[in-house]
């Protein structure tokens, strides 16, 4: 099968060179190169491609490009392709609706072995996205296989604070001087958090909070720290 692919990028650099290493492919065909998410939207619908490789922290080109793009076309997956992303930016991503992610520092075979992967019905994330992963403690495996929703749990209006202050990456110091709690407060709410989601670390928390608007996803899409 002939992938039909499809550039997004508000660099044309990037754009120049992804499409020079994917014209190289047998099985890949670009069919178009979008550096807004107005012109991607529209290429999506014209040319119904079987993978959008995008940088998805570009501006406009965040969680809701990502599910506009899907409503348009369901047959489409996305391939987000950054810089260096944080944990966060890449559970975001996942959330949204990426498929698969590598960086914009891999390989060229690996470029081409996600685009057409991807289009064969696999999840690619490259080898260093993964070390990302695991360096936070994230069951690669569990995170990408649970659902989208999750039962309701009953957090309390301060812990529900608590939540979205670390989901913002705030330290316990400075979440301490917000809510004006001590430190040890702070660190027993995050203790009863974990337990009430039955999570056991950070990121876990992060997720829960994302997926279920306690913060938006944009703010770790556009986060390239």
């Known amino acids: 099968m002939i992938v039909r ?22 099985r890949v065909e670009v069919v178009g190169v979008a550096r807004d ?8 619908v014209r040319h119904k491609p079987h993978v959008v490789l995008m940088d998805h922290t570009g501006e406009g080109f965040g969680a809701q490009a990502i599910k ?33 992610y590598i960086r914009k520092d891999c390989d060229v075979q690996e470029i081409i072995d996600a685009v057409t992967a991807t289009a064969d019905g696999s999840r690619f994330f490259c080898g ?16 990408l296989a649970e659902p989208l929703s999750c039962a309701p749990v009953a957090l309390s209006d301060r812990e529900c604070q608590v939540i979205t202050l670390i989901a913002e990456g705030r330290s316990y110091t400075r979440i301490a001087e917000e809510l004006n709690l001590s430190a040890h407060t702070v660190i027993a709410h995050r203790r009863n958090i974990m337990q009430k989601l039955g999570v056991n670390n950070t990121a876990a928390v992060v997720l829960y909070a994302v997926k ?3 913060i938006s996803p944009n703010k770790f899409l556009f986060d390239r720290a």
């Open 128 to 143: 260093k996205v993964l070390e990302v992963l695991k360096k936070a403690s994230v069951d690669v495996e569990s995170f």
């Open 37 to 44: 998410p107005v012109a991607m939207q529209a290429m999506i």
């Open 5 to 26: 692919t499809l550039l997004a990028d508000r660099s044309e650099l990037a754009l120049i060179g992804l499409r020079t290493i994917l014209s190289e492919a047998m």
């Open 212 to 214: 279920n608007g306690f």
């Open 68 to 100: 506009d793009g899907l409503k348009r076309s369901r047959t489409t997956k996305f391939v987000s392709i950054t810089t260096a992303p944080s944990t966060a930016t890449l559970m975001a991503a996942v959330r949204a609706g990426v498929t698969s």
